[in-house]
């Protein structure tokens, strides 16, 4: 049995501050977004989004292809959770209507969930290749005001429908593996915005790179050379870029910058928009890969997840023939160009708002145009609703 993505949907906010915004308000140079990390704009939900809503809608037009048949197991990947209890799969569900005869749960390792999730999905394929199981990778990625990581801020959810007989891409055995207990990125459960060592986070990222490659060449991986493109974990686009560099170097590859660029070029152009997705990101660069490229039909794609803390994973998928039919380019390029772009003072006035921790009701203004949006909450309960 082939198993792997059968069908990518993604979904974003409903407002984007432009880096050159953020650039004004605090003396950088603009060249330090643009050039340095490699970002021109970055998603900021609306008062009524979170990773429920933006779940949901990026699940929806899968649902609305496929229908809901065969879907036994929903698999929500996040690093910014409502609930340390609840999962907010189980709100999507609702959302969708899905059969009450669903599996449902969330995952967590920093921005590596959403590799865990696909990876579980397959093997519950392997043992079922009837079933077929709906993975979301949803996440707002928030760093303190006036922080370094401000900057590298963002947000986007990622629906995968992964089943036997993909129509998208057929992901392979073996995959490479790494964790190391490091302290670069954590978020405390007190806290809503992320603590980050930066340059330690970066240091950490290139450890497992190589740590990944090293386990996916011991068990028989492809070699380097096979692969027509990679797509990395984008926290910032100049990021995939460093990853390659240090992975071409460690397996003792030049450096050749025109191949480089060939390697990611068109992997980043989402990431560029939208920002960090945290668990969403590397799929946002498969997204922008697929509906870029020319014709990939047939080609091995390498895949390298990160989550800090760290857990990192490489392994490949190969692009099945006639995969171009099944792509949402329109769709995908919507999702971007409908946002509403936002001074500074707005942005940072949602990014101030809190929600009530008293249990008082709380009406969040109607500011989305998506599909679902947070309501508000009472009682201590999260309440949405389909606009
Ligand atoms: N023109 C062009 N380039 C410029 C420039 C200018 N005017 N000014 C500076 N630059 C370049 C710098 O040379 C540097 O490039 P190199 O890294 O290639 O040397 C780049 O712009 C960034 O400059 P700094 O290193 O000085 O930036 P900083 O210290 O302010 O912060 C950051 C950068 C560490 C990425 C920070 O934004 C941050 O902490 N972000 C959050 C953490 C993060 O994203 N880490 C990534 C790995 S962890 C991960 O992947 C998991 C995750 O999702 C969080």
């Not at 880096?19 to 609306?46: C, D, R, W």
């Not at 609702?94 to 921005?111: F, H």
């Not at 740590?211 to 096979?226: F, H, I, V």
């Not at 809190?354 to 309440?383: M, N, Q, V, Y």
Request: charged residues 20%; proline residues 4%.
């Amino acid at each position: 049995t082939t198993v792997g993505i059968h069908d990518l949907s993604f979904a974003t906010t409903e407002f984007v501050l432009p880096h050159t915004a953020l650039a004004e308000y605090n003396g950088t140079e603009i060249g330090k977004y643009h050039v340095g990390i490699g970002q021109q704009s970055m998603s900021v939900p609306a008062a009524d989004e979170d990773i429920v809503t933006l779940g949901a809608a990026a699940a929806a037009p899968i649902v609305a292809r496929h229908g809901a048949d065969g879907i036994r197991t929903l698999v929500f990947a996040t690093e910014s959770s409502i609930d340390q209890a609840k999962a907010a799969g189980v709100y999507v569900h609702s959302l969708l209507g899905l059969p009450s005869a669903t599996r449902v749960v969330e995952l967590k390792q920093a921005c590596y969930g959403a590799t865990a999730a696909l990876q579980f999905a397959i093997g519950l394929i392997h043992r079922d290749p009837s079933q077929k199981v709906l993975v979301v990778a949803s996440d707002v990625s928030k760093y303190e005001l006036d922080s370094p990581g401000e900057a590298t801020q963002g947000a986007a959810a990622v629906a995968m429908l992964v089943s036997a007989d993909p129509a998208l891409v057929r992901i392979e055995d073996p995959s490479g593996l790494f964790t190391a207990d490091v302290m670069d990125f954590w978020r405390p459960n007190y806290r809503d915005a992320a603590l980050v060592d930066g340059q330690e986070s970066i240091g950490a990222y290139l450890q497992a790179v190589q740590g990944t490659w090293k386990d996916y060449s011991e068990q028989g991986g492809r070699p380097l050379e096979a692969f027509s493109a990679f797509c990395y974990h984008q926290p910032f686009t100049k990021m995939a870029y460093k990853a390659h560099r240090h992975l071409l170097n460690s397996a003792g590859h030049d450096t050749d910058e025109t191949a480089v660029k060939q390697a990611l070029g068109l992997t980043t152009a989402y990431n560029a928009v939208i920002g960090n997705s945290y668990t969403a990101s590397v799929y946002l660069g498969l997204a922008a890969l697929l509906d870029q490229a020319e014709d990939l039909t047939g080609q091995p794609v390498g895949f390298l997840s990160y989550g800090s803390g760290s857990v990192a994973e490489f392994f490949a998928g190969t692009v099945v023939p006639g995969y171009r039919e099944h792509l949402r380019t329109a769709e995908h390029r919507t999702a971007i160009e409908r946002r509403q772009a936002i001074g500074y003072d707005r942005y940072r006035a949602l990014h101030e708002r809190t929600l009530p921790t008293d249990g008082s009701d709380h009406a969040t203004p109607a500011e989305t145009t998506g599909p679902f949006r947070l309501a508000g909450i009472s009682g201590h309960k999260r309440l949405y609703e389909k606009r």
